[in-house]
Antibody
Framework: EVQLVESGGGLVQPGGSLRLSCAAS????????MAWVRQAPGKGLEWVAMFYSAGGKVYADSVKGRFTVSRDTSKNIFYVQMNSLRVEDTAVYFCASGSAEVVSVDALDIWGQGTIVTVSS | DVQMTQSPSSLSASVGDRVNITCRASQSVTSYLHWYQQKPGKAPSLLIYAASSLRSGVPSRFSASGSWTDFTLTISSLQPEDFATYYC?????????FGGGTKVEIK
């Protein structure tokens, strides 16, 4: 069974840091693109970052320079390191990927359950 | 960045109704346009990819069309389990972007 499980969320003060993890099973983070998508309370979806299988990384303007995605292929885990956190980064963070059916168009058909990040003093 | 505009932002409909949701891109995204359904407290679920391809396992009452900048998601006969929020997303140009969402509520 294909599964993504996020962890690492919590309460952090503005300016602080947090690292989220996405443990993958049934797919390999080294051969699939991996993405982070977030959703602020009561708001819509916001694409945050993507890590392509070949190693390329892309970020939303709102997090560029503050967030860094990475992967550990030996553990099959995908990460996002979040620094200089702001109140507006408060959201549920979803990890997502694409199966062979949708890989040619970078759609996201594999999702985790999300982890909550709260940035507040 | 490519701006994605969905309309309406919300709608009320009855079971059995035909529902159309539109998504407009600020520049061409060719057919790199996808539709997601999200229910409260759950992760989004992909319905349609590449503008009109129905994802495996998604009921055939869902369909979509469009290309370049204008796209439409259609639910041919609304079912109770379809009451949710729907989002479009473009992946033609990085960063990928989502529309603001359309909430489908029970009339």
């Amino acid at each position: 069974e294909v599964q993504l499980v996020e962890s690492g969320g919590g309460l952090v003060q503005p300016g602080g840091s947090l690292r989220l993890s996405c443990a993958a099973s049934g797919i390999s983070v080294s051969t699939h693109y991996m993405a982070w998508v977030r959703q602020a309370p009561g708001k819509g979806l916001e694409w945050v970052a993507m890590f392509y299988s070949a190693g390329g990384k892309v970020y939303a303007d709102s997090v560029k320079g503050r967030f860094t995605v990475s992967r550990d292929t030996s553990k099959n885990i995908f990460y996002v390191q979040m620094n200089s956190l702001r109140v507006e980064d408060t959201a549920v963070y979803f990890c997502a990927s694409g199966s062979a059916e949708v890989v040619s168009v970078d759609a996201l058909d594999i999702w985790g359950q999300g982890t909550i990040v709260t940035v507040s003093s | 960045d490519v701006q994605m505009t969905q309309s309406p932002s919300s709608l009320s409909a009855s079971v059995g109704d035909r529902v159309n949701i539109t998504c407009r891109a600020s520049q061409s995204v060719t057919s790199y346009l996808h539709w997601y359904q999200q229910k409260p407290g759950k992760a989004p679920s992909l319905l349609i990819y590449a503008a009109s391809s129905l994802r495996s396992g998604v009921p055939s009452r869902f369909s979509a069309s469009g290309s370049w900048t204008d796209f439409t998601l259609t639910i041919s006969s609304l079912q109770p389990e379809d009451f949710a929020t729907y989002y479009c997303q473009q992946t033609y140009t990085n960063p990928a972007t989502f529309g603001g969402g359309t909430k489908v509520e029970i009339k």
